[in-house]
Nanobody
Framework: QLQLVESGGGLVQPGGSLRLSCAAS????????IGWARQAPGKEREGVSC????????HYADSLKDRFTISRDNAKNTVYLQMNDLRPEDTAVYYC???????????WGQGTQVTVSS
């Protein structure tokens, strides 16, 4: 059974950077398409980024593609989300998820909190 654990969240000042990690156990992450989503207080969960299992192609929410970068290290069974120029509106719980394609990600981690504040 695939299990996902996110890490790397925390408190950062506006303009700062964080790198989130999504580590997998119980299965090989390379067999899955991996996505990141976030949920801010009082808001619906929204998709952030996705990286394909087949060709490594990446996809981003239009508003984030210039600041966020998704990558995967199959040898470490880990997917990363590099977030730069963070803004207060990026404050949210960030989740990674896995599945066969970007719009079908049934396996979810517990999330990691990102807070952007001065």
């Amino acid at each position: 059974q695939l299990q996902l654990v996110e890490s790397g969240g925390g408190l950062v000042q506006p303009g700062g950077s964080l790198r989130l990690s999504c580590a997998a156990s119980g299965s090989t992450l390379a067999d899955y398409t991996i996505g990141w989503a976030r949920q801010a207080p009082g808001k619906e969960r929204e998709g952030v980024s996705c990286i394909s299992r087949s060709d490594g192609s990446t996809h981003y929410a239009d508003s984030l593609k210039d600041r966020f970068t998704i990558s995967r290290d199959n040898a470490k069974n880990t997917v990363y989300l590099q977030m730069n120029d963070l803004r207060p509106e990026d404050t949210a719980v960030y989740y990674c998820a896995a599945g066969p394609e970007c719009y079908n990600l049934p396996y979810w981690g517990q999330g990691t909190q990102v807070t952007v504040s001065s």
